[in-house]
């Protein structure tokens, strides 16, 4: 199945708020929290931005790098954890807002942090199966993080979008493998405003081993070694998950340096290994190979292969990098944070 | 805004869908259905802005509508596209950074939402480039 990315987008907020602002007011030592994570600073949604905004701007970074006919996109899934609707899609207005609308199939997807992964995998199906001529599979959030909880430290917003296609490919999807449990690491109950996780268990049954058995998994299908990639990406709830993570796999920093986002951005949730896939991609040359493998609380993982083609140095310009999005931010103390993101009832 | 008075404009409201006159090459938002200049004689296209212009002239909104308190104080300006026609719309930037001739580009973000259990209105509004 010939199936890759045919263009990708990302988003990601002005405002960011450092890791010792937080911990400041809670009273925690900063210096422990930033050794623990890895994590220095997150990205904060501005008033007026939340899910759908962050997912139609990447959407039309997407569009606009590879200059797609949006009419030629026959499927969009948006995946987030805190779409604005209960119920009604996220992606019809995203369909309706870069132009694809209205012959196509759109849907929202739902599983943590990697259900932008699983819209990738969603969008690999309808195209390989001649379904649609092309797919376009976005990872999106304004995560939550209770005051005070753990989460508030890493808990950010971003989107990245991935147009899937069987022509025209900056990367070539190789292979895909899944691993999937029912493992209640973390959850949000309906109408809840903010998650709950299970602390440490999130860790060892969760995360570990989930990405561990797919990226493992897929290493096993497809004969590959750590060594056989140039860049590797994990979900980044954290720095020191991924880089554990790739240690105990066998991957090198130099492969995860490029990919590790986490530590100025934070965890943008269902954005988070595409994230840093797009980082990759926006360095990445032809030939290069690619590792990614995404996790959802819940629990699952997603590993992908991707191989990088020439193609990629004629639309790598054609949308900002996502160091230029990271560049030049707005720092705000915490009760602007509180005021963005609604924490503060009017 | 009532939720069908929003669904029908809410192709201009994304993605600044005006229209044109091909006969004396007028530029219209929001859209207008008849050339003020051409009249009947006028052919009149949907058109796509572009997205891009300059700030004219700016206010800072420091008492609003209710609908507006979680935005104030906010930039309210009026955008002279580059095709030509002006809109009014929020600037998003520090309030420092808007002035006059300011170059701008359209941005999707919230417009407002009815309450918390209504909907929520997205469209166009502005940031520096």
């Given at each position: 199945m010939n199936v890759g990315i045919v263009s990708y987008g990302a988003y990601i907020p002005r405002y960011r708020i450092r890791v010792d602002e937080i911990a400041k007011v809670w009273g925690a030592n900063a210096n422990s929290i930033i050794d623990g994570l890895m994590v220095f600073e997150k990205s904060v949604p501005d008033i007026d931005e939340d899910t759908i905004t962050i997912a139609v701007e990447a959407a039309r970074h997407a569009i606009n790098r590879a200059n797609i006919d949006p009419e030629k996109i026959g499927a969009i899934y948006t995946g987030s954890e805190s779409?604005?609707?209960?119920?009604?899609?996220?992606?019809?207005?995203?369909?309706?807002?870069v132009g694809a609308?209205?012959?196509?199939?759109?849907?929202?997807?739902?599983?943590?942090?990697?259900?932008?992964?699983?819209?990738?995998?969603?969008?690999?199906?309808?195209?390989?199966?001649?379904?649609?001529?092309l797919g376009m599979a976005i990872g999106s959030d304004v995560s939550q993080g209770a005051p005070g909880d753990a989460l508030e430290y890493t808990a950010a917003a971003g989107g990245v979008a991935y147009i899937i296609g069987n022509k025209n490919l900056v990367a070539n999807i190789e292979a895909t493998y899944s691993y999937t449990t029912d493992t209640p690491d973390f959850w949000r109950r309906e109408g809840m405003p903010y998650p709950e996780h299970g602390g440490r268990f999130t860790g060892e049954p969760g995360y570990f081993k989930h990405?561990?058995?797919?990226?493992?998994?897929?290493?096993?299908?497809m004969n590959t070694r750590p060594s056989d990639y140039n860049y590797?990406?994990?979900?980044?709830?954290?720095?020191?998950?991924?880089?554990?993570?790739?240690?105990?796999?066998?991957?090198?920093?130099?492969?995860?340096?490029?990919?590790?986002?986490?530590?100025?951005?934070?965890?943008?949730?269902?954005?988070?290994?595409?994230?840093?896939?797009?980082a990759i991609l926006d360095i990445a040359k032809a030939g290069d190979r690619i590792f990614m493998t995404s996790f959802g609380s819940g629990a699952g993982s997603d590993a992908f292969s991707f191989k990088v083609t020439d193609r990629i140095e004629e639309i790598r310009n054609g949308a900002p990098s996502v160091e230029k999005l990271l560049a030049d931010p707005v720092y705000i103390n915490y009760a602007t944070y509180?005021?963005?993101?609604?924490?503060?009832k009017l | 805004?009532?939720?069908?008075?929003?669904?029908?404009?809410?192709?201009?409201?994304?993605?600044?869908?005006?229209?044109?006159?091909?006969?004396?090459?007028?530029?219209?938002?929001?859209?207008?259905?008849?050339?003020?200049?051409?009249?009947?004689?006028?052919?009149?296209?949907?058109?796509?802005?572009?997205?891009?212009?300059?700030v004219v002239t700016y206010t800072i909104v420091h008492t609003s509508a209710k609908d507006y308190s979680k935005l104030t104080p906010y930039i309210l300006a009026i955008i002279k596209l580059d095709e030509g026609p002006r809109l009014t719309s929020q600037v998003i930037c520090d309030h420092s950074d808007i002035h006059i001739g300011l170059r701008v580009k359209a941005a999707f973000r919230k417009l407002g939402e009815e309450s918390d259990k209504g909907m929520i209105y997205y469209g166009t509004k502005f940031v520096p480039i």
């Open positions: 779409h604005p609707y209960a119920v009604k899609p996220s992606s019809t207005v995203v369909a309706e807002a609308t209205p012959n196509l199939t759109v849907a929202d997807f739902e599983f943590a942090c990697k259900a932008g992964t699983a819209g990738i995998q969603a969008c690999m199906g309808m195209v390989g199966s001649g379904m649609t001529e990405v561990a058995s797919a990226a493992q998994g897929l290493m096993d299908k590797a990406v994990f979900h980044q709830p954290n720095g020191k998950f991924p880089t554990r993570m790739a240690k105990m796999l066998g991957f090198q920093n130099e492969q995860i340096k490029q990919g590790l986002v986490v530590t100025h951005l934070g965890n943008t949730y269902s954005g988070s290994c595409m994230m840093g896939l797009a509180a005021r963005h993101k609604g924490k503060i | 805004m009532s939720v069908p008075r929003f669904w029908r404009r809410l192709k201009n409201l994304y993605n600044l869908i005006g229209t044109h006159c091909e006969k004396c090459g007028g530029y219209f938002y929001p859209p207008r259905n008849m050339c003020p200049k051409c009249r009947r004689n006028g052919i009149v296209n949907p058109f796509k802005f572009n997205g891009y212009g300059e």
